[in-house]
Structures are given as structure tokens and as C-alpha cells.
């Protein structure tokens, strides 16, 4: 029950039926008011002659002076034609000076004068209310007529219309059938508005309710609740917003879940490529102080070496790491400025020959003429080259072949970087740039790289809005390539 009154639509209902109530009230009583005046002001124009008619019959003027003698006897017959009437003489001021029924009691002496003289100066008077000498404070329609000495003003018939018979019958009135009847007809009229008002806003909160619903259900944890119905206005735009609202809040949950999910594989990915190296140089030093005194020059030296390699390793993957992190944190921007990719192929190969050499690997830059200044970050191009050339080298077995590539394009040249490896399985070229992704087969990229290379090769492209392409056949080897854009003076001018 406390649900229902703290309910919206309770609230409204309540409103609703206090505003119906109180409207109500009021249009009653205008009504009632403007039948009163409605009735005064018709029984005024009807009445406008009756003190200039009693005048006529009473003459009121005897030897100069005003004869209040024959009032009562005149008033007696008129009342049997209007019993509302009173009728009073005031002289010019609009004091009283007799009245009848005689025994009246009058609690004002004067009469507002003005409405009296507004009254006969005009042919077809207004609406006119004047006071009522039995009250204090009561106005009341009248009649008037001007009481002349030949052309003298000596004073003025007053008739008030409504007597205080009148009022009593009229207040009586008030339990007539008639107006029974109308109250009857009010009070069925504003209880059936209250409940088509009331049937009209359960259905318009029917909607409002099934929001509420449906939040709740979110609330709770139902991730594929949303509101389903077809309406329109300010409620369907509410249930549009909420939909799309919690679309964005399941797709940042799940991104959420994906990145925690990443990042216990990216913990257990450092922690296993970290351990490998610092295991090794625990192992070599360990062994290098037990032997210390048995151990020759040659078998010492290759346990040194040992541990250098695992400490330019560790090194790496720190530096993979830090750079990584800061590529992801978008605190890297890129420079971009117009370099020779010529002759950054050219001093990449020179390092690379080297190292392919030593694992028995053929190493060609091929390089067409007249190659065209490019524009980019040429720090970070130069690592997106190398990375790509290390991964190439590291996954192509002895006597293959690894190629470094540059054609040129109508407006950007194209730098491809192809090796004679065992290849991607198609099912996995799409999560290769994934940090931490080596392949579903542990022979597609085994080694000592802890899979952050080709992470941080598609982080410098992004930032450049470059993007990369990967083919690559199992057992026939990979193929990466990328463009940059070719450098123009005039257009940076």
C-alpha cells in the first residue's frame, strides 16, 4: 500500500483529482454568482420605470415640501404587483427620510448618492448596484426617480429590488428541486471526468511503468533487458536513450572483462618471458661461483656470454615493454618530417645483412631509382621497419630468403617487408597484432621475442593513421606492407 501512494501515478491522480475538486469549487461558484447577477441585472432593466410610476401615484410634493403620508398606502398597493421592493425617500445628500415597510430598521442613514444621480441621468442605465440602508456594508439593484418641485431637485425616490423577503426566498431556494437536480448533474458530471481521468493516466503511465520495469531488470543485473514498446514522443525518446545508454554499458563491460582478461595474460606473458632470462643468469652466475676454481677460460667465457645474451634479452623486453605502454597511453606523437626512405632501407639493410648472415638467411633490399622524400615520424618508421625485419629474420628458417621492398605509387610509396617462413594460419593473421599473440601453433612464432613487436609496428601506425596489410601462405612465408604518404612543399606551404 505505501508502494501505490509513493507511485508516480498516485502522485499525479492525486493532483489531477485535487485540481478537478478545486476548478470545480470555483466553476460553481461563478456559475451561481453570474445566475445572481445575471437575475439582479434582468430584474433591474425590468424595473427601471417602478420608481418613476410610484412618483406619478404618490406626488410627493405638498405646498413646497416633501409628504411622506401617502407613501405607505402606495407602497401597500405596489407590493401587491412586486412583494421585493423597499422603497425609500432621500433628499439631495442621500439621507434617509422615510421609508417603507415602515418598520424597517435602518442601519445607514446615508445613501451613496452617486449611483442614485447615475442612475436617472441616464435613458437606458447600466448594471447598477446601490447601497441597501438595512446593512451596513450590502449593495443591492435599485430604481430611482428624480422627486421635482416644479424645477426645483428636492430629492429622489429610491426602490430597492431585492426586500429582505426576497432574500430569504431566495436563500430558500437553494434546496429547490431545480438546483438539486443541477448538483446532481454536476456531481455525476465531475466523477465520471475523475475516472476517465484517472483511466486515461494508468494507460499514459502504462509506458512509464514498463521503463521503470525494465531499469530495475538492468538494475539487477539483467544485461539484456530494454524497453520494448512503440510510442512516440518524450517517453520513446526516454526508452531510445535508455537502450542505447545500456548497449554502451554492455559493450564497456565486455571491453572491460576483454582488457582484465588481457591484462592476466599480459602479467602471466611478462612473468614467463622474464623469468626464462633471469633463470638463465641465476643459473650461469650460480654455476660460475660454485666453479669457480675448476672451470676454464673458454667454458667460462661462453657462460659469460650466456648471460649477456640473457641480459640483452631481459633489456629488450623491458624496453618492448616501456614503449609499449607509453604507445597505449598515447604519450608518444609522432614528428612527422620529410626524410629518403631510400636511405633508411639502405642503412637497416647494412645492420640486418649481418645478422641474416650469421644465421645463414639471404638478406635483399631491392630499391627502385629516384624514390621520392616521405613524410613521417622517421624514429619511429625506422622501428616499424626493424621490428618487422626482426620478426621476419627470427621465423625464417636457415637458408631462406627475407626481402625489404619499396615501390613507389602515384602519391605515397609502399614498404614491404616479405620472408620464406612457415607462415600465418589464416584463422590467426587477425589477432597477430594483439600484444602478447604468438599464433595458435607454438612454431609460428616461437623464440626469444615475447610477442610485443608487431604490437608496437600496428601502435606507430595508428598514430601516423596509416594502416598495414598482412599475406601470408602456411609453409610459403609472410608478407608485411604499409604506405607512407609522399612529401610535397607546396601543400606544407
Known amino acids: 500500500m505505501k508502494k501505490f501512494f509513493r507511485s508516480l501515478y498516485w502522485k499525479i491522480s492525486a493532483t489531477f483529482l485535487?485540481?478537478?475538486?478545486?476548478?470545480?469549487?470555483?466553476?460553481?461558484?461563478?456559475?451561481?454568482?453570474?445566475?445572481?447577477?445575471?437575475?439582479?441585472?434582468?430584474n433591474q432593466r425590468l424595473s427601471i420605470p417602478i420608481a418613476q410610476?410610484?412618483?406619478?401615484?404618490?406626488?410627493?410634493?405638498?405646498?413646497?415640501?416633501?409628504?411622506?403620508?401617502?407613501?405607505?398606502?402606495?407602497?401597500?398597493?405596489?407590493?401587491?404587483?412586486?412583494?421585493?421592493?423597499?422603497?425609500?425617500?432621500?433628499?439631495?445628500?442621500?439621507?434617509?427620510?422615510?421609508?417603507?415597510?415602515?418598520?424597517t430598521k435602518v442601519c445607514r442613514m446615508f445613501v451613496e448618492i452617486h449611483p442614485v444621480k447615475k442612475f436617472v441621468m441616464e435613458k437606458y442605465p447600466s448594471f447598477l448596484m446601490g447601497d441597501d440602508p438595512k446593512y451596513e456594508m450590502t449593495e443591492k439593484t435599485f430604481s430611482a426617480a428624480e422627486i421635482r418641485d416644479g424645477k426645483k431637485l428636492i430629492g429622489y425616490l429610491y426602490v430597492i429590488l431585492g426586500s429582505e423577503e426576497?432574500?430569504?426566498?431566495?436563500?430558500?431556494?437553494?434546496?429547490?428541486?431545480?438546483?438539486r437536480i443541477g448538483t446532481r448533474s454536476m456531481?455525476?458530471?465531475?466523477?465520471?471526468?475523475?475516472?476517465?481521468?484517472?483511466?486515461?493516466?494508468?494507460?499514459?503511465?502504462?509506458?512509464?511503468?514498463?521503463?521503470?520495469?525494465?531499469?530495475?531488470?538492468?538494475?539487477?543485473?539483467?544485461?539484456?533487458?530494454?524497453?520494448?514498446?512503440?510510442?512516440t514522443g518524450e517517453l520513446n525518446e526516454l526508452a531510445t536513450s535508455f537502450n542505447e545508454m545500456a548497449d554502451t554499458i554492455v559493450r564497456n563491460l565486455d571491453e572491460l572483462k576483454t582488457m582484465d582478461n588481457l591484462r592476466r595474460e599480459l602479467v602471466a606473458n611478462v612473468s614467463h618471458d622474464l623469468r626464462t632470462p633471469l633463470a638463465t643468469i641465476h643459473g650461469y652466475i650460480e654455476t660460475l661461483l660454485i666453479k669457480a676454481d675448476t672451470l676454464g677460460i673458454e667454458e667460462r667465457e661462453k657462460y659469460l656470454k650466456?648471460?649477456?645474451?640473457?641480459?640483452?634479452?631481459?633489456?629488450?623486453?623491458?624496453?618492448?615493454?616501456?614503449?609499449?605502454?607509453?604507445?597505449?597511453?598515447?604519450?608518444?606523437?609522432?614528428?612527422?618530417?620529410?626524410f629518403s626512405i631510400s636511405e633508411l632501407v639502405q642503412d637497416i639493410g647494412q645492420k640486418y645483412?649481418?645478422?641474416?648472415?650469421?644465421?645463414?638467411?639471404?638478406?635483399?633490399?631491392?630499391?627502385?631509382?629516384?624514390l621520392p622524400l616521405v613524410i613521417a615520424d622517421i624514429a619511429l618508421v625506422d622501428r616499424v621497419?626493424?621490428?618487422?625485419?626482426?620478426?621476419?629474420?627470427?621465423?625464417?628458417?636457415?637458408g631462406g630468403v627475407v626481402t625489404i621492398e619499396v615501390r613507389r605509387n602515384l602519391t605515397s610509396v609502399e614498404v614491404a617487408v616479405a620472408d620464406t617462413g612457415e607462415g600465418i594460419f589464416e584463422k590467426d593473421i587477425p589477432h597477430i597484432f594483439d600484444r602478447y599473440n604468438k599464433g595458435s601453433q607454438k612454431n609460428i612464432f616461437q623464440g626469444d621475442g615475447a610477442g610485443l613487436g608487431l604490437a608496437i609496428v600496428k601502435k606507430i601506425l595508428d598514430i601516423?593513421?596509416?594502416?598495414?596489410?598482412?599475406?601470408?601462405?602456411k609453409n610459403e612465408g609472410t608478407a608485411f606492407s604499409f604506405t607512407l604518404p609522399v612529401y610535397h612543399p607546396l601543400f606544407e606551404q
Do not use: W
Not at 19 to 31: F, N, Q, R
Not at 312 to 338: C, G, H, Y
Open 18 to 42: 485535487a485540481l478537478l475538486l478545486i476548478l470545480s469549487t470555483v466553476y460553481i461558484y461563478i456559475i451561481a454568482f453570474s445566475a445572481e447577477m445575471y437575475f439582479q441585472e434582468a
Open 53 to 103: 410610476r410610484l412618483i406619478q401615484h404618490y406626488q410627493p410634493v405638498v405646498n413646497h415640501q416633501l409628504d411622506s403620508s401617502r407613501l405607505e398606502e402606495i407602497y401597500t398597493i405596489q407590493k401587491l404587483f412586486n412583494p421585493s421592493i423597499e422603497v425609500y425617500v432621500l433628499d439631495t445628500t442621500g439621507k434617509v427620510l422615510s421609508h417603507c415597510p415602515s418598520n
Open 166 to 179: 426576497f432574500d430569504n426566498n431566495f436563500k430558500m431556494l437553494a434546496g429547490s428541486y431545480i438546483l
Open 187 to 231: 456531481s455525476i458530471t465531475l466523477i465520471a471526468a475523475a475516472i476517465i481521468g484517472l483511466v486515461a493516466l494508468l494507460f499514459i503511465t502504462k509506458n512509464l511503468r514498463t521503463i521503470v520495469r525494465t531499469v530495475k531488470e538492468f538494475q539487477n543485473g539483467n544485461r539484456d533487458a530494454r524497453i520494448q514498446f512503440s510510442s
Open 306 to 338: 650466456t648471460v649477456l645474451s640473457s641480459t640483452d634479452r631481459l633489456s629488450t623486453l623491458v624496453e618492448e615493454l616501456f614503449e609499449l605502454s607509453k604507445l597505449e597511453a598515447k604519450q608518444i606523437k609522432p614528428n612527422p618530417e620529410p
Open 353 to 370: 645483412l649481418i645478422i641474416a648472415g650469421k644465421k645463414e638467411i639471404r638478406f635483399h633490399c631491392i630499391l627502385p631509382h629516384d
Open 385 to 398: 621497419i626493424q621490428n618487422l625485419t626482426d620478426n621476419a629474420i627470427k621465423f625464417t628458417p636457415q
Open 464 to 473: 601516423h593513421h596509416l594502416s598495414i596489410s598482412v599475406s601470408s601462405k
